[in-house]
């Protein structure tokens, strides 16, 4: 049975840094792309990054490029999003999410689903 599940959330002041991981279990995790989301209170859940299963190139969304990195070791079946300079508006629940299809991370529809981790970024 497919499982991811995330680890690493917290309360950080604005400027800090906190790394996510998502662990996976069930599958192979070369296999397929792993992607971060987020929903923020009142607001639609929206994709932050990915990375592919093939070629494991990576994609950030415009709110967090130059401060976010995806990046995966297949050999502890782990995906990390290393997050800097933290601002905010990065506060919401941050979701991992697999599928072997590339195509259905893009749409946002990606099969499985973690339970979630609350990043909050307050002074």
């Known amino acids: 049975q497919v499982h991811v599940v995330e680890s690493g959330g917290g309360l950080v002041q604005p400027g800090g840094s906190l790394r996510l991981s998502c662990a996976a279990s069930?599958?192979?995790?070369?296999?397929?792309?792993i992607a971060w989301f987020r929903q923020a209170p009142g607001k639609e859940r929206e994709g932050v990054s990915y990375?592919?299963?093939?070629?494991?190139?990576?994609y950030h969304a415009d709110s967090v490029k130059g401060r976010f990195t995806i990046s995966r070791d297949n050999s502890k079946k782990v995906v990390y999003l290393q997050m800097n300079d933290l601002k905010p508006d990065d506060t919401a629940v941050y979701y991992c999410?697999?599928?072997?299809?590339?195509?259905?991370?893009?749409?946002?529809?990606?099969?499985?689903w973690g339970q979630g981790t609350q990043v909050t970024v307050s002074s």
């Open positions: 999410a697999a599928d072997p299809r590339t195509t259905e991370v893009r749409a946002g529809t990606p099969n499985y």
């Open positions: 069930g599958f192979t995790m070369d296999a397929y792309t």
């Open positions: 990375i592919k299963n093939i070629d494991e190139k990576t």
